[in-house]
């Protein structure tokens, strides 16, 4: 499965609509009126907990090296850089680069990088002592995931870990929608959509429950540590997990 052009442009669209906005859906992010402060400060609680998480599970990792697949505008990069030596974003959209540029607080030790294709070749082999990957690809396609989880593995070091969020399955409310989105036709879709956000430009969503994840991380040498229920966010959608892999 390749990435689409259209992929690109819908996230470019939406971002140049309000990118705090496409980050968390939440309307109070759909101007630029507000306090960024506090937008970063969501980041900060994410990792917080999830560095806790990390401890909790007494396993150990290096701080050298880490990366942020899907950056965005650098929510969650900035809060990770008081952890790492060095923490790189990575983004599909150039103009989420742009702000997250901005936005960098520790411009010495904090690298954003823009990549617009279906593989991460622009890293090289064993690269990484983590890579941390937080409402991201429940955008991407599935076989597309898989093209990244086995760039992830490459560009992992012996040992490393990769951290991430992943939805497992739908609430059952959110079936429904997706069978009634399945029959209505796109163009009535697509009016609501600009009805509601002005672009009908819009994220996908994709699950994939958590065997298939073991299974898949088993067959490429790599193992799943450990999986907790993750809750930030949820609107009553979908149930997601923080998964912990870690490269043998
Ligand atoms: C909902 S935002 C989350 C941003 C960030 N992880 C956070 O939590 O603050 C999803 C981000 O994933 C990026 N993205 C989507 N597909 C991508 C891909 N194939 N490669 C890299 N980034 C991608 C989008 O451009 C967008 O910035």
């Known amino acids: 499965m390749k990435l689409k052009k259209k992929e690109i442009s819908n996230w470019n669209e939406m971002a140049s609509i309000s990118p705090w906005w496409t980050v968390l859906n939440l309307d109070k992010y759909k ?10 400060k969501t980041g900060e609680k994410e990792i917080e907990l999830v560095m806790q998480h990390l401890k909790e599970l007494k396993i150990r990792w290096k701080s050298d090296n880490l990366l942020d697949f899907g950056c965005g505008v650098g929510r969650l990069t900035q809060a990770l850089c008081p952890h790492f030596k060095h923490c790189t974003g990575v983004d599909i959209s150039d103009k989420m680069i742009e702000v997250a540029n901005r936005f960098n607080r520790y411009p010495d030790r904090c690298t954003y990088l823009v990549n617009q294709k279906d593989d991460l070749k622009l890293f090289s082999d064993n690269q990484f002592d983590i890579i941390y990957s ?42 429904v929608k997706n069978i009634i989105k399945k029959v209505v036709p796109n163009l009535f879709l697509n009016i609501y959509r600009k009805m509601r956000t002005k672009t009908t430009a819009h994220s996908n969503m994709c699950w994939i429950p958590a065997r298939k994840i073991k ?34």
Not at 31 to 40: M, N, T, V
Not at 138 to 152: A, N
Request: proline share 5%; hydrophobic share 40%.
């Open 31 to 40: 101007s630029d009126d507000f306090e960024k402060k506090e937008f970063f």
């Open 215 to 248: 299974r898949f991380f088993d067959e490429q040498k790599a193992e799943l540590i450990n999986k907790i229920p993750f809750t930030l966010y949820q609107q009553n959608d979908y149930y997601s997990y923080l998964y912990v892999i870690r490269k043998l």
């Open 134 to 175: 937080s409402i991201v690809l429940q955008h991407i396609k599935k076989g597309l995931i898989y093209r990244y989880f086995k760039e992830f593995v490459r560009i992992m070091k012996p040992g490393g870990l990769f951290v991430f969020q992943l939805p497992y399955k739908p609430f059952f409310k959110k079936r």
